[in-house]
Protein backbone atom coordinates (compact mmCIF):
# COMPACT_ATOMS: atom_id res chain seq x y z
CA UNK A 1 0.00 0.00 0.00
CA UNK A 2 1.44 3.72 -0.79
CA UNK A 3 1.69 6.30 1.51
CA UNK A 4 0.39 9.68 2.20
CA UNK A 5 2.25 11.87 4.04
CA UNK A 6 0.29 14.38 6.28
CA UNK A 7 1.55 17.72 7.69
CA UNK A 8 -0.70 19.76 10.10
CA UNK A 9 -0.52 23.47 11.03
CA UNK A 10 -2.92 24.49 13.50
CA UNK A 11 -2.55 27.92 13.02
CA UNK A 12 -1.81 29.05 9.10
CA UNK A 13 -1.77 32.81 8.27
CA UNK A 14 -2.67 33.33 4.41
CA UNK A 15 0.90 33.64 3.33
CA UNK A 16 1.98 30.81 5.07
CA UNK A 17 -0.46 29.08 3.54
CA UNK A 18 1.07 30.23 -0.08
CA UNK A 19 4.35 29.20 0.73
CA UNK A 20 3.85 26.27 2.02
CA UNK A 21 1.72 25.46 -0.88
CA UNK A 22 4.82 26.46 -3.16
CA UNK A 23 7.16 24.62 -1.53
CA UNK A 24 5.26 21.17 -1.32
CA UNK A 25 4.95 21.56 -5.67
CA UNK A 26 8.56 21.70 -5.67
CA UNK A 27 9.67 19.12 -3.26
CA UNK A 28 7.17 17.04 -5.50
CA UNK A 29 8.78 17.30 -8.89
CA UNK A 30 11.31 14.20 -9.48
CA UNK A 31 15.18 14.74 -7.84
CA UNK A 32 17.78 14.16 -9.68
CA UNK A 33 17.81 10.64 -8.76
CA UNK A 34 14.86 10.20 -10.98
CA UNK A 35 12.62 9.41 -7.48
CA UNK A 36 9.27 10.80 -6.82
CA UNK A 37 9.05 11.86 -3.52
CA UNK A 38 5.74 10.59 -1.28
CA UNK A 39 2.22 12.64 -2.17
CA UNK A 40 2.02 15.30 0.88
CA UNK A 41 -1.72 16.09 2.36
CA UNK A 42 -1.28 19.14 4.05
CA UNK A 43 -4.31 21.09 6.61
CA UNK A 44 -3.91 24.07 8.01
CA UNK A 45 -6.38 26.51 9.74
CA UNK A 46 -6.70 29.30 8.43
CA UNK A 47 -6.02 32.59 11.20
CA UNK A 48 -6.14 36.14 9.64
CA UNK A 49 -7.80 37.83 6.96
CA UNK A 50 -6.25 38.29 2.87
CA UNK A 51 -7.41 38.66 -0.44
CA UNK A 52 -6.37 35.88 -2.48
CA UNK A 53 -6.38 36.61 -5.77
CA UNK A 54 -6.28 34.17 -9.14
CA UNK A 55 -2.99 33.59 -10.76
CA UNK A 56 -4.15 34.99 -13.88
CA UNK A 57 -6.32 37.76 -13.27
CA UNK A 58 -5.71 41.20 -13.44
CA UNK A 59 -5.54 43.26 -10.26
CA UNK A 60 -7.59 46.34 -11.49
CA UNK A 61 -10.48 44.37 -13.11
CA UNK A 62 -10.93 41.73 -10.36
CA UNK A 63 -10.95 43.97 -7.18
CA UNK A 64 -12.20 47.21 -6.11
CA UNK A 65 -9.24 47.99 -4.49
CA UNK A 66 -10.08 51.09 -3.04
CA UNK A 67 -12.98 49.28 -0.96
CA UNK A 68 -10.23 46.91 1.16
CA UNK A 69 -9.04 48.01 4.65
CA UNK A 70 -5.26 48.63 4.02
CA UNK A 71 -4.53 46.38 7.30
CA UNK A 72 -5.68 43.29 5.14
CA UNK A 73 -3.19 41.84 2.51
CA UNK A 74 -4.01 41.19 -0.87
CA UNK A 75 -2.10 37.97 -2.11
CA UNK A 76 -1.58 36.00 -5.09
CA UNK A 77 -2.54 32.22 -5.28
CA UNK A 78 -0.06 29.49 -6.89
CA UNK A 79 -3.05 28.29 -8.74
CA UNK A 80 -5.66 29.70 -11.32
CA UNK A 81 -9.56 31.12 -10.46
CA UNK A 82 -11.59 33.95 -9.39
CA UNK A 83 -10.51 36.13 -6.23
CA UNK A 84 -11.33 34.52 -2.68
CA UNK A 85 -11.42 35.56 0.59
CA UNK A 86 -9.47 33.88 3.22
CA UNK A 87 -10.33 34.17 6.96
CA UNK A 88 -9.86 32.51 10.14
CA UNK A 89 -11.69 29.61 11.01
CA UNK A 90 -11.41 28.63 7.30
CA UNK A 91 -9.24 24.83 6.60
CA UNK A 92 -6.85 24.54 3.76
CA UNK A 93 -6.23 21.40 2.16
CA UNK A 94 -3.48 21.03 -0.11
CA UNK A 95 -2.67 17.70 -1.64
CA UNK A 96 0.87 17.77 -3.56
CA UNK A 97 2.04 14.31 -5.75
CA UNK A 98 5.20 13.90 -8.54
CA UNK A 99 2.19 13.25 -11.19
CA UNK A 100 -1.70 13.66 -11.33
CA UNK A 101 -1.82 10.07 -11.05
CA UNK A 102 0.11 9.66 -8.09
CA UNK A 103 -2.32 8.86 -5.63
CA UNK A 104 -4.79 7.05 -7.37
CA UNK A 105 -5.52 3.07 -6.65
CA UNK A 106 -3.76 0.68 -7.94
CA UNK A 107 -4.97 -0.31 -11.76
CA UNK A 108 -6.95 3.01 -11.88
CA UNK A 109 -6.32 4.41 -15.45
CA UNK A 110 -4.73 7.55 -15.40
CA UNK A 111 -5.63 11.11 -15.50
CA UNK A 112 -4.53 13.98 -16.71
CA UNK A 113 -4.31 17.89 -15.51
CA UNK A 114 -8.12 18.20 -16.19
CA UNK A 115 -9.20 15.72 -14.07
CA UNK A 116 -6.80 16.59 -10.91
CA UNK A 117 -10.02 18.71 -9.28
CA UNK A 118 -12.32 16.19 -9.88
CA UNK A 119 -10.57 13.26 -8.54
CA UNK A 120 -8.54 14.68 -5.36
CA UNK A 121 -11.74 16.56 -3.84
CA UNK A 122 -13.65 13.33 -3.28
CA UNK A 123 -11.28 13.24 -0.27
CA UNK A 124 -13.08 16.17 1.23
CA UNK A 125 -16.10 15.66 -0.06
CA UNK A 126 -16.10 12.31 1.51
CA UNK A 127 -14.92 13.71 4.67
CA UNK A 128 -18.02 16.54 4.75
CA UNK A 129 -20.41 13.68 4.45
CA UNK A 130 -19.48 11.49 6.85
CA UNK A 131 -19.71 14.30 9.53
CA UNK A 132 -23.37 14.60 7.99
CA UNK A 133 -22.79 17.76 5.23
CA UNK A 134 -24.68 17.19 2.02
CA UNK A 135 -21.42 18.49 0.15
CA UNK A 136 -20.95 18.20 -3.46
CA UNK A 137 -18.61 19.28 -6.31
CA UNK A 138 -20.63 19.84 -9.56
CA UNK A 139 -17.50 20.52 -11.78
CA UNK A 140 -17.08 24.35 -11.82
CA UNK A 141 -14.64 25.82 -9.23
CA UNK A 142 -15.90 25.57 -5.53
CA UNK A 143 -17.62 22.70 -3.83
CA UNK A 144 -21.47 23.08 -2.33
CA UNK A 145 -22.50 22.18 1.34
CA UNK A 146 -26.63 21.82 0.77
CA UNK A 147 -26.37 23.70 -2.49
CA UNK A 148 -24.67 26.53 -1.06
CA UNK A 149 -21.12 27.66 -1.91
CA UNK A 150 -19.32 26.15 0.74
CA UNK A 151 -15.46 26.15 -0.62
CA UNK A 152 -12.85 26.92 -3.35
CA UNK A 153 -10.86 24.67 -5.23
CA UNK A 154 -8.23 24.80 -7.84
CA UNK A 155 -4.65 23.48 -9.11
CA UNK A 156 -1.43 23.65 -10.51
CA UNK A 157 0.82 21.63 -12.49
CA UNK A 158 4.62 22.06 -13.13
CA UNK A 159 6.49 20.86 -16.29
CA UNK A 160 7.75 18.51 -15.10
CA UNK A 161 4.33 17.11 -14.12
CA UNK A 162 4.10 17.60 -10.57
CA UNK A 163 0.70 18.41 -9.54
CA UNK A 164 -0.86 20.55 -6.72
CA UNK A 165 -5.00 20.41 -5.57
CA UNK A 166 -6.00 23.03 -2.95
CA UNK A 167 -9.16 23.20 -1.54
CA UNK A 168 -10.34 26.41 0.87
CA UNK A 169 -13.18 24.91 2.94
CA UNK A 170 -15.48 27.44 4.76
CA UNK A 171 -15.74 26.13 7.96
CA UNK A 172 -16.33 29.40 10.29
CA UNK A 173 -15.81 31.89 7.76
CA UNK A 174 -17.13 32.06 4.10
CA UNK A 175 -14.87 31.92 1.19
CA UNK A 176 -16.73 33.95 -1.29
CA UNK A 177 -15.43 37.23 -2.10
CA UNK A 178 -17.61 40.35 -0.87
CA UNK A 179 -19.75 41.84 -3.40
CA UNK A 180 -18.32 45.58 -2.14
CA UNK A 181 -15.12 44.00 -3.28
CA UNK A 182 -15.78 42.38 -6.36
CA UNK A 183 -14.49 44.68 -9.54
CA UNK A 184 -16.40 42.59 -12.04
CA UNK A 185 -19.48 44.02 -14.16
CA UNK A 186 -22.61 42.29 -11.66
CA UNK A 187 -24.31 41.12 -14.51
CA UNK A 188 -22.65 38.63 -17.46
CA UNK A 189 -19.87 36.42 -17.25
CA UNK A 190 -20.15 33.78 -14.96
CA UNK A 191 -23.62 32.28 -13.74
CA UNK A 192 -24.18 33.32 -10.66
CA UNK A 193 -23.12 31.60 -7.87
CA UNK A 194 -25.16 29.98 -4.60
CA UNK A 195 -25.69 31.54 -1.76
CA UNK A 196 -22.49 31.22 0.63
CA UNK A 197 -22.49 29.58 3.05
CA UNK A 198 -20.47 27.72 5.97
CA UNK A 199 -20.49 24.67 7.95
CA UNK A 200 -21.15 26.58 10.97
CA UNK A 201 -24.13 27.74 9.63
CA UNK A 202 -25.29 24.71 7.90
CA UNK A 203 -24.59 22.92 11.26
CA UNK A 204 -26.15 25.04 13.62
CA UNK A 205 -23.58 24.49 15.67
CA UNK A 206 -19.56 24.71 15.92
CA UNK A 207 -17.75 22.64 14.21
CA UNK A 208 -15.64 19.85 15.97
CA UNK A 209 -12.27 20.74 14.01
CA UNK A 210 -10.35 17.55 15.39
CA UNK A 211 -13.41 15.84 14.38
CA UNK A 212 -13.68 16.99 10.24
CA UNK A 213 -9.47 16.69 10.05
CA UNK A 214 -9.78 13.29 11.12
CA UNK A 215 -13.08 12.43 8.41
CA UNK A 216 -11.06 13.74 6.01
CA UNK A 217 -7.79 12.19 6.40
CA UNK A 218 -10.00 8.43 6.37
CA UNK A 219 -11.94 9.56 3.04
CA UNK A 220 -8.69 9.97 1.32
CA UNK A 221 -7.12 6.86 2.79
CA UNK A 222 -10.27 4.94 1.79
CA UNK A 223 -10.46 6.12 -1.48
CA UNK A 224 -6.85 6.51 -2.22
CA UNK A 225 -6.24 2.99 -0.80
CA UNK A 226 -3.42 4.94 0.90
CA UNK A 227 -2.04 4.76 3.95
CA UNK A 228 -1.18 7.65 6.06
CA UNK A 229 1.34 8.70 7.76
CA UNK A 230 2.31 12.21 9.98
CA UNK A 231 4.79 13.80 9.45
CA UNK A 232 6.22 16.84 11.08
CA UNK A 233 8.18 20.01 8.91
CA UNK A 234 11.86 19.43 10.01
CA UNK A 235 13.18 23.02 11.99
CA UNK A 236 15.07 22.84 8.65
CA UNK A 237 12.37 23.54 6.54
CA UNK A 238 10.45 25.66 8.93
CA UNK A 239 13.54 27.87 8.61
CA UNK A 240 13.52 28.02 5.28
CA UNK A 241 9.94 28.18 4.84
CA UNK A 242 9.96 32.11 7.13
CA UNK A 243 12.40 33.18 5.05
CA UNK A 244 10.12 32.68 1.81
CA UNK A 245 7.19 33.80 3.73
CA UNK A 246 6.15 37.54 2.77
CA UNK A 247 3.10 39.52 2.06
CA UNK A 248 4.73 39.91 -1.31
CA UNK A 249 2.57 42.32 -3.68
CA UNK A 250 -0.15 41.03 -5.73
CA UNK A 251 1.66 41.83 -9.04
CA UNK A 252 4.13 39.08 -8.28
CA UNK A 253 4.36 36.34 -10.63
CA UNK A 254 1.94 38.15 -13.23
CA UNK A 255 3.93 41.38 -13.99
CA UNK A 256 2.64 44.54 -15.00
CA UNK A 257 0.66 45.27 -18.38
CA UNK A 258 0.12 49.59 -17.98
CA UNK A 259 2.32 51.91 -19.28
CA UNK A 260 2.98 53.30 -22.55
CA UNK A 261 2.40 50.84 -25.04
CA UNK A 262 0.28 48.35 -23.84
CA UNK A 263 -3.77 48.06 -24.43
CA UNK A 264 -6.25 45.64 -22.84
CA UNK A 265 -9.59 44.28 -24.47
CA UNK A 266 -12.97 44.29 -22.94
CA UNK A 267 -13.97 41.68 -20.30
CA UNK A 268 -14.96 38.63 -22.31
CA UNK A 269 -17.57 36.20 -20.52
CA UNK A 270 -16.77 32.64 -19.95
CA UNK A 271 -18.19 29.96 -18.26
CA UNK A 272 -15.75 30.90 -15.36
CA UNK A 273 -16.25 34.23 -15.26
CA UNK A 274 -13.86 36.82 -17.46
CA UNK A 275 -11.12 36.65 -19.57
CA UNK A 276 -8.58 39.71 -21.28
CA UNK A 277 -6.28 40.52 -23.06
CA UNK A 278 -3.02 42.75 -22.97
CA UNK A 279 -1.14 43.49 -26.00
CA UNK A 280 2.25 45.42 -27.47
CA UNK A 281 2.05 45.61 -31.21
CA UNK A 282 5.30 45.63 -33.73
CA UNK A 283 5.22 47.76 -36.58
CA UNK A 284 1.30 47.94 -36.55
CA UNK A 285 1.48 44.48 -37.87
CA UNK A 286 2.30 42.05 -35.69
CA UNK A 287 2.16 40.83 -31.37
CA UNK A 288 5.09 42.37 -29.71
CA UNK A 289 3.86 40.84 -26.18
CA UNK A 290 0.85 39.34 -24.96
CA UNK A 291 -0.36 38.33 -22.11
CA UNK A 292 -4.11 36.34 -21.58
CA UNK A 293 -5.87 37.17 -17.89
CA UNK A 294 -9.31 36.79 -16.34
CA UNK A 295 -10.62 33.45 -13.51
CA UNK A 296 -9.60 30.35 -15.32
CA UNK A 297 -7.40 27.76 -14.46
CA UNK A 298 -4.61 26.25 -16.29
CA UNK A 299 -1.31 25.64 -15.63
CA UNK A 300 0.99 28.30 -15.58
CA UNK A 301 3.95 27.17 -17.40
CA UNK A 302 1.47 26.51 -20.27
CA UNK A 303 -0.30 30.10 -20.21
CA UNK A 304 3.52 31.08 -20.45
CA UNK A 305 4.24 28.79 -23.42
CA UNK A 306 0.95 30.84 -25.19
CA UNK A 307 2.01 34.38 -24.43
CA UNK A 308 5.79 33.35 -25.67
CA UNK A 309 4.70 31.77 -29.18
CA UNK A 310 2.46 34.79 -29.48
CA UNK A 311 4.77 36.92 -30.12
CA UNK A 312 5.85 38.41 -33.54
CA UNK A 313 2.53 36.42 -34.85
CA UNK A 314 0.42 38.50 -37.37
CA UNK A 315 -2.72 40.40 -36.50
CA UNK A 316 -4.73 37.50 -37.95
CA UNK A 317 -7.35 35.51 -36.23
CA UNK A 318 -6.51 32.56 -38.19
CA UNK A 319 -2.67 32.42 -37.49
CA UNK A 320 -3.40 33.68 -33.87
CA UNK A 321 -5.95 30.43 -33.01
CA UNK A 322 -3.26 28.16 -34.83
CA UNK A 323 -0.77 29.14 -31.80
CA UNK A 324 -3.81 28.62 -29.30
CA UNK A 325 -5.16 25.06 -30.19
CA UNK A 326 -1.20 24.50 -30.46
CA UNK A 327 -1.03 24.97 -26.90
CA UNK A 328 -4.56 24.56 -25.36
CA UNK A 329 -6.55 22.66 -28.44
CA UNK A 330 -7.14 18.82 -28.61
CA UNK A 331 -7.01 18.46 -24.60
CA UNK A 332 -3.00 19.26 -24.59
CA UNK A 333 -2.92 21.31 -21.63
CA UNK A 334 -6.77 22.11 -19.71
CA UNK A 335 -7.92 26.07 -19.59
CA UNK A 336 -11.12 24.87 -16.87
CA UNK A 337 -13.81 27.63 -16.96
CA UNK A 338 -12.69 28.63 -21.53
CA UNK A 339 -15.11 26.46 -23.40
CA UNK A 340 -14.56 28.02 -26.40
CA UNK A 341 -10.82 29.23 -27.26
CA UNK A 342 -11.96 31.65 -29.76
CA UNK A 343 -12.07 33.93 -26.85
CA UNK A 344 -8.74 34.72 -27.06
CA UNK A 345 -7.51 35.69 -30.63
CA UNK A 346 -11.01 38.03 -30.20
CA UNK A 347 -9.75 39.81 -27.40
CA UNK A 348 -6.53 39.90 -28.34
CA UNK A 349 -7.59 41.27 -31.56
CA UNK A 350 -9.44 43.90 -29.73
CA UNK A 351 -6.65 45.23 -27.52
CA UNK A 352 -4.58 45.40 -30.34
CA UNK A 353 -7.49 47.38 -32.38
CA UNK A 354 -7.25 49.76 -29.53
CA UNK A 355 -3.43 50.48 -30.32
CA UNK A 356 -3.97 51.53 -33.73
CA UNK A 357 -3.07 48.52 -35.34
CA UNK A 358 -3.39 48.47 -39.26
CA UNK A 359 -3.79 45.25 -40.88
CA UNK A 360 -5.76 43.43 -38.35
CA UNK A 361 -7.17 40.33 -40.31
CA UNK A 362 -10.80 38.81 -38.59
CA UNK A 363 -12.03 35.37 -39.58
Known amino acids: MRILEVVRSAALSPARDRTIQRYLLAQAERGRDGAVRL ?37 RRLTGGRTVWMSSGQLSVTLALGEPSALLPPGSPGIGPEKIINRYVRGILGGLQKCGFRAYFFGRDFLTVDRKLGGYVSFEVAPSGASLFHALIAVDAATALPRELDGYPSEGGNRADPEATTLVREAGRAVDRAALEAAILDAYARLQEAELRDRDLSPLEETLLAERESPASAQEAIGKESGEGWAYSDLQPVACGWLEAAVQVVQERFLGAVRIRGDFMAPASAVEALERDLRLVPLDWKEIGLVVDRVFGAGRNPMVGVRQLRVIPDAILEAAERLGAAGIARE
Open 39 to 75: PVLHLGWIEGSAVSLGRFQRLRSALRAEALDASVPVL
